[in-house]
């Protein structure tokens, strides 16, 4: 049962839309010194790299962050900072892994496909050396011997290599969640905003009144005409009109 909700996570990871701030073949880019320091000394930078990712709340803290049958059943309550060493330096890949899943669990991020390439690599890469290694063991051949102990060193500095740019991966993505890389940007709403449709082809005036056409026969500029109130006036017709002999 267990085994099927981690398969069903894995499966879920696949789906996370976010991605990691810099990708593996960029961290010796990204942050060259501490990619020395993964390399040269893992177990240190996967104990400090997991104690961060929990906030440096040891309390939180489970052997494998809980992705291994192993988890919760060890202790850790009384002793975190004792197990997590333990872990770091007895289960140093599942440690680097375990960080990396609490990772993308928590920022919904997914891994490239370029990454899981190298990633594979490394993985196929031990597997063939572990053959080798018993195929030499059983024939007892010098050459398939040499050939399996040059194949096991590429494949222990491959391992090497690989694990220090996963934990510079992690530590430049939690640089990147406390903003080291300055202040988030704020996602607000935007303001509401009045768009031309066709019918309307400008947008309608904001804050002033409506601008109204000048009447026929007006020029832009003058006063408008006085407007008369009734018809006819009250002074029609004009005293003397019409003129005295005008037929009616």
Known sequence: MASKEHLDKMQLRQNYRNLWHTDLT?????????CCFAFWCGPCASYLLR???????????????????CSGRC?????????????????FGNSVAST?????????IQTTQCDNCIIGFMFCLQQIACIFSIVAM??????????????????????????????TQHKVEMDKRDGMFGPQPVMGVPPS?????????????VGYAPHQPPAYGQHYGYPPAPQAHGYPGPAYPPPGYPPSGYPK
Not at 56 to 68: F, I
Not at 82 to 90: A, D, K, R
Not at 100 to 108: P, W
Request: some cysteine.
């Open 51 to 69: 104690k961060r990712a929990l906030y440096n709340d040891m309390s939180r803290y489970v052997c494998c962050a809980g992705y291994m049958p």
């Open 100 to 108: 990396r899943f609490l990772l993308q669990d928590e920022f919904n």
């Open 138 to 167: 059983i024939v007892g051949s010098d050459e398939i011997s040499e050939a399996s102990q040059l194949l096991s060193c590429l494949a222990d500095m491959v391992y090497c290599t690989v694990c220090a740019c996963m934990q």
């Open 193 to 205: 905003q009045q768009m031309s449709r066709i019918d309307q082809p400008y947008p309608s005036t």
């Open 26 to 34: 960029n961290t010796i880019q990204a942050d060259p010194r501490y």
């Open 75 to 91: 202790g850790e309550s009384r002793c975190p900072e004792f197990c997590l060493c333990t872990e770091v330096f007895l289960c």
